[in-house]
């Protein structure tokens, strides 16, 4: 019986990312698949910490966070947003934005309350819901026509999910696989759906914020209808520094809501790391400075994952070593390849959706590994993401140039 794990967790024992790195480690292959940066982060942010470490934060924190990261957030977020952020009230500072997202579900949805979710969605939604003992309600998007990229909102499908029980919104933009960004016409219709239901709360994941691709900005559905105060909106500096491991996350919004995020984070972690947080607040500072020829940190960091994402386009179109239609993602960390599984080992067919065949047998045969779409897609919609593969663009220049010695 100690043997067994709780039933809440039963369901949740596999992910994508205990699979595949592993398995790419095991191969000796070229990770593209989870999407952790394969490049050193910033000078300024290694002496960010040692200076953190050396003027000697390292206990715990306030809970919400250390007043010169709030303060720095709010600082950030409020020329972005064009407003005034209280950080004592309106800043939530999580361990990483995983935890976050944990806390505001555990925070916000009661025993069968439900969650309307996009789908495909980052693999942590559905999970944190059910744990949250949520119900979760997912939307699928409508996938783009062969040779197009765009994927489109069924707004009517939308807006048929919310009922009296729906108590949390979820959105995820730029969009971790699909690399979708949310145009200001959609958040402004999904604004509008919301504004019918001002009991629900929202969860917006904006965690690649600052990686949007040509034409394409950023925009926050906080800032559409006065949703300011009932959208908890997230980011990480995992992403914005390529320090995944450091796990410091936030999020802004209205006072209530980050009071529910603040005091579910004291049932979590408590607090955050406090030296990477220190950290964190001088990096936010610096990133405000001419960086690298480039006006600003976040406008270089941009440039690097837009001629990453060129390259990679590139490759895949010249590969003669499968069939694969390599498509323009608008931001993000990932570009999508739509795959045909017919030219890879039949053997690995016969265990497993194409997607996953196709990235396996590419681990084992060629060395790269990648991620299978489908595994972020509901079981009703999981059809749709079965000729689907994602690559990481957040990896060292060194392992595209070797990609591109296996494949072209
Ligand atoms: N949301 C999305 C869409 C992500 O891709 C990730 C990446 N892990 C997270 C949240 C979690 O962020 P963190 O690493 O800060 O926990
Ligand atoms: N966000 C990363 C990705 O999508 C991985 C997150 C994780 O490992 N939990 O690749």
Redesign the pocket.
Known sequence: MWKQISKKLEPFQY?V?TEFTPLAIKNKAINL????PGFPCPDFVKESLADATNSNENQYSRPQGVPALVEEIARHYGKKHNRVINPMTEVAVTEGA?EGLLSAFLSMVDTGDEVVIIDPS???YVPQTILAGGIPKLVSLIPPEAGQTKWGVDFEKLEQAFNEKTRVFVINTPH??LGKMFSSEELQKIAQILEKWPNVAIISDEVYEHIAFNENKHLSLCDFSNLWERTATFSSAGKIFSVTGWKIGWAVGGPEIMRKISTSHLWTTFCSNTTCQGAVARSLRMADNPYMGFPDYYQWIANQYSRKKEILYEILSNTKKFKIEPMEPEGG?FLLGRVNPNDIDPKYLANGSPDFAFCRWMTENLKICA?PCSAFFSPQSKHLGHNFVRF?LCKDYSEYEAVARILN
């Open positions: 992910t990312w698949g989870q999407g952790f995983t980052f693999d942590l971790n696989p960390f991620i990481a």
